[in-house]
């Protein structure tokens, strides 16, 4: 058993003083999450890094910004910190080349360093973000730091299918699963020799990972792990748990929770049977999940002000929990018992229109055509099991940390070969 605690590759840097770092200029890809542990207190790796003497000249914002204040596709403009007074870029804009690291922005930077807490599903798009920052940094000769952390589900579950070229976006850059369980960096090193990218990459792993257990869950020391929000609307690990799954209801006109302290655990809009949908979804959702009947109202985004009919849901039981097949049985319910009231969002969605939202977030049209059709979930799923046996085949080289159980752990021939 993993006894020693988990340290997230920040942390690690810090005890070595950032000497990876000295006598660069440096630029930190970073918002709320990028914390160490120092002396019984939490510092961000921005602060730890000054105090330390290295010379960080430039911040890059992902989505939601360094602060993570802007709720999910609201723009972010570049300008100046007044916490870290460093200027800093953003990389979400307006409009979709603003997701890339503009070429001017890497000017006088010697190096890149990136340390943002992912959630572990495809469509949350900072993994995304760092793999557009390594095609940059190609292109410039910019080394680039990755400090890895925890994929916060654990690193043995992968649910889901791929993402052909033609179904490409924010939401789906990376053709992997929506739950991939994966750290950034092994993406990061999964995206650059399937690119074929020439840039200097240099992990700094976090230590310590129970790759089997979820974030709440590791051994840590007296301090553990912050949760701090890595975006707006994931204020826990549990949002984070149902999230495969919960983002599917963006592609619809229901509520997803935003607007509420509980996104992603509370669905529902007007004028629903919260009774019947609650029934409906119990009866076709994945073990591990209960729905309850509930009213609630979202104070902005869709039905803002509005109270909504719906269901609370509640993860009873993790190891069993299959998140993305119970976003569609959600969808699927809500289809059934209120067909007057469901739509398929109409709206661009991350920068894309003349694709469903729904299709760009499942890789392709297949669940939203069968749901419309009235087939089951499992027709809605048929790709998943040989999607999910070709990305474990394609990442295998590429991890970072032995898996011992799921499609991600060693095979027969190379089971005692340890990853680097």
Same mark, same amino acid.
Request: proline letters at 5%; hydrophobic letters at 45%; a negative charge.
């Given at each position: 058993?993993?006894?020693?605690?988990?340290?997230?590759?920040?942390?690690?840097?810090?005890?070595?003083?950032?000497?990876?770092?000295?006598?660069?200029?440096?630029?930190?890809?970073?918002?709320?999450?990028?914390?160490?542990?120092?002396?019984?207190? *939490?510092?961000?790796?921005?602060?730890?890094?000054?105090?330390?003497?290295?010379?960080?000249?430039?911040?890059?914002?992902?989505?939601?910004?360094?602060?993570?204040?802007?709720?999910?596709?609201?723009?972010?403009?570049?300008?100046?910190?007044?916490?870290?007074?460093?200027?800093?870029?953003?990389?979400?804009?307006?409009?979709?080349?603003?997701?890339?690291?503009?070429?001017?922005?890497?000017?006088?930077?010697?190096?890149?360093?990136?340390?943002?807490?992912?959630?572990?599903?495809?469509?949350?798009?900072?993994?995304?973000?760092?793999?557009?920052?390594?095609?940059?940094?190609?292109? *410039?000769?910019?080394?680039?730091?990755?400090?890895?952390?925890?994929?916060?589900?654990?690193?043995?579950?992968?649910?889901?299918?791929?993402?052909?070229?033609?179904? *490409?976006?924010?939401?789906?850059?990376?053709?992997?699963?929506?739950?991939?369980?994966?750290?950034?960096?092994?993406?990061?090193?999964?995206?650059?020799?399937?690119?074929?990218?020439?840039?200097?990459?240099?992990?700094?792993?976090?230590?310590?990972?129970?790759?089997?257990?979820?974030?709440?869950?590791?051994?840590?020391?007296?301090?553990?792990?912050?949760?701090?929000?890595?975006?707006?609307?994931?204020?826990?690990?549990?949002?984070?748990?149902?999230?495969?799954?919960?983002?599917?209801?963006?592609?619809?006109?229901?509520?997803?929770?935003?607007?509420?302290?509980?996104?992603?655990?509370?669905?529902?809009?007007?004028?629903?049977?919260?009774?019947?949908?609650?029934?409906?979804?119990?009866?076709?959702?994945?073990?591990?999940?209960?729905?309850?009947?509930?009213?609630?109202?979202?104070?902005?985004?869709?039905?803002?002000?509005?109270?909504?009919?719906?269901?609370?849901?509640?993860?009873?039981?993790?190891?069993?929990?299959?998140?993305?097949?119970?976003?569609?049985?959600?969808?699927?319910?809500?289809?059934?018992?209120?067909?007057?009231?469901?739509?398929?969002?109409?709206?661009?969605?991350?920068?894309?229109?003349?694709?469903?939202?729904?299709?760009?977030?499942?890789?392709?049209?297949?669940?939203?055509?069968?749901?419309?059709?009235?087939?089951?979930?499992?027709?809605?799923?048929?790709?998943?099991?040989?999607?999910?046996?070709?990305?474990?085949?394609?990442?295998?080289?590429?991890?970072?940390?032995?898996?011992?159980?799921?499609?991600?752990?060693?095979?027969?021939?190379?089971?005692?070969?340890?990853?680097?």
């Amino acid at each position: 058993m993993n006894t020693k605690p988990y340290l997230a590759g920040a942390e690690i840097a810090h005890q070595s003083g950032w000497q990876l770092l000295q006598g660069q200029r440096v630029a930190v890809v970073c918002n709320p999450t990028s914390l160490v542990r120092i002396d019984g207190r *939490r510092l961000h790796i921005v602060d730890a890094m000054a105090q330390a003497g290295v010379d960080v000249v430039r911040l890059f914002g992902p989505e939601h910004g360094v602060w993570a204040t802007a709720q999910d596709m609201i723009g972010v403009d570049s300008g100046w910190d007044p916490i870290f007074d460093l200027p800093v870029a953003s990389l979400y804009g307006y409009d979709a080349d603003s997701l890339v690291l503009r070429a001017d922005t890497l000017d006088g930077i010697d190096l890149l360093v990136f340390d943002v807490q992912d959630v572990g599903a495809r469509y949350y798009t900072y993994a995304a973000t760092l793999c557009m920052a390594l095609d940059a940094c190609a292109e *410039r000769d910019v080394r680039v730091v990755v400090l890895d952390r925890a994929n916060p589900l654990g690193g043995e579950q992968v649910e889901g299918n791929t993402v052909p070229l033609d179904y *490409r976006s924010f939401v789906g850059w990376i053709d992997i699963p929506q739950r991939h369980g994966l750290t950034v960096a092994e993406i990061a090193a999964l995206h650059v020799a399937e690119k074929g990218l020439k840039v200097d990459v240099q992990v700094v792993d976090c230590r310590g990972w129970q790759v089997g257990r979820f974030l709440d869950e590791q051994h840590v020391g007296t301090l553990p792990p912050a949760w701090t929000p890595p975006s707006p609307n994931m204020p826990t690990v549990e949002t984070a748990v149902l999230y495969p799954g919960g983002c599917l209801i963006e592609a619809t006109n229901l509520s997803e929770g935003r607007g509420t302290t509980r996104p992603f655990e509370v669905i529902g809009a007007p004028g629903m049977n919260a009774n019947a949908f609650a029934e409906r979804v119990m009866a076709l959702a994945a073990p591990g999940l209960i729905a309850r009947p509930l009213l609630f109202e979202p104070m902005f985004q869709k039905w803002g002000g509005a109270t909504c009919a719906g269901v609370a849901l509640e993860c009873t039981d993790r190891a069993a929990l299959r998140s993305v097949r119970s976003g569609l049985a959600v969808i699927a319910a809500a289809m059934e018992v209120a067909p007057e009231q469901f739509a398929w969002r109409a709206e661009a969605y991350e920068f894309v229109d003349e694709i469903s939202a729904m299709d760009l977030l499942m890789g392709g049209a297949l669940a939203r055509e069968t749901l419309m059709d009235g087939g089951s979930l499992d027709e809605a799923t048929a790709d998943f099991a040989a999607a999910e046996a070709r990305f474990a085949a394609r990442v295998r080289p590429h991890l970072r940390y032995v898996r011992k159980n799921g499609l991600l752990a060693a095979g027969a021939d190379d089971a005692d070969v340890a990853i680097s």
